[in-house]
């Protein structure tokens, strides 16, 4: 579910969208201000040891928490911004799925393969062909899911590369990104999951052949060693390192 919450688009905007630019903005805004009023944990409550890490609290880092927290674990959340959020955040057209409950209430005929092929032509032919299989079969599922949650995507609409109503926004269209933060950080509250913001993790651990030790370091404080059976990395993508766009550019 995690990995199908990538789905987001941030670009590739109708005209609809276009126009709304400044009111998306506003919004986006708005939801940032509402997520620093959010309530996080109290860096004195953090535990020494946790059955899962999870590094970053973008969307897929509070998926990640939250089915594991629905598995019956006991996961934390450690964000090195103020607040929750990250690039899902700056999203603002919609999420692409296919053969989704919302397309089929409004009759559109997809299908995974017509989402995979104009997917796989939009990436030049150069998509992780099996990841992308498993991206598109697996959408619907996120669809689902957020609605299970909460988060229902139920207005559609075309973005670039599509050629059907595939995009899942708001029932109001406004920016998915603030949407889908606002709804995960509730879900995740309402698990009473921890979620540490202003705490950078600086190190991973290996110990043997098991990853299972992170170094975090809350502002003001001196740096803890935190252990979970198992390490999450949800810390987008390398949009910041010129070295990697050089090379797959």
């Known amino acids: 579910t995690a990995v199908s919450l990538l789905a987001m688009s941030a670009c590739g905007a109708d005209q609809k969208n276009t126009a709304q630019t400044s009111s998306s903005t506003k919004e986006s805004a708005e939801v940032s201000s509402g997520a620093s009023k959010q309530a996080y944990t109290d860096p004195k409550e953090?535990?020494?040891?946790?059955?899962?890490?999870?590094?970053?609290?973008?969307?897929?880092?509070?998926?990640?928490?939250?089915?594991?927290?629905?598995?019956?674990?006991?996961?934390?959340i450690f964000e090195k911004m103020p607040v929750a959020g990250g690039n899902t955040s700056k999203s603002s057209s919609g999420m692409n799925a296919s053969e989704t409950k919302f397309q089929k209430e409004e009759g559109i005929e997809d299908s995974n393969e017509a989402f995979y092929e104009e997917t796989l032509k939009g990436g030049g032919g150069t998509n992780d062909k099996e990841m992308l299989r498993y991206f598109v079969n697996h959408s619907a599922d996120a669809i689902d899911w957020l609605d299970q949650n909460g988060i229902k995507l139920d207005n559609l609409t075309?973005?670039?590369?599509?050629?059907?109503?595939?995009?899942?926004?708001?029932?109001?269209?406004?920016?998915?990104?603030?949407?889908?933060v606002d709804g995960l950080l509730n879900s995740v509250h309402e698990r009473k999951i921890p979620i540490f913001v202003n705490t950078d993790v600086t190190d991973i651990k290996k110990n043997g052949e098991t990853v299972n030790e992170v170094t975090v370091?809350?502002?003001?404080?001196?740096?803890?060693?935190?252990?979970?059976?198992?390490?999450?990395?949800?810390?987008?993508?390398?949009?910041?390192?010129?070295e990697f766009i050089e090379r797959y550019r």
Do not use: C, W
């Not at 953090?46 to 899962?52: A, L, N, T, V």
């Not at 075309?158 to 998915?176: C, L, V, Y």
């Not at 003001?220 to 060693?225: A, L, N, R, S, T």
């Open 46 to 76: 953090m535990k020494e040891s946790y059955d899962i890490v999870i590094v970053g609290a973008g969307g897929a880092g509070m998926a990640a928490a939250i089915e594991a927290k629905d598995a019956g674990l006991n996961p934390v």
């Open 217 to 242: 370091h809350v502002q003001g404080e001196e740096p803890k060693e935190i252990t979970g059976k198992a390490i999450v990395v949800t810390t987008g993508g390398f949009g910041a390192s010129k």
């Open 158 to 180: 075309i973005t670039g590369g599509m050629g059907e109503k595939r995009t899942h926004r708001p029932s109001d269209g406004s920016a998915i990104g603030g949407y889908l």
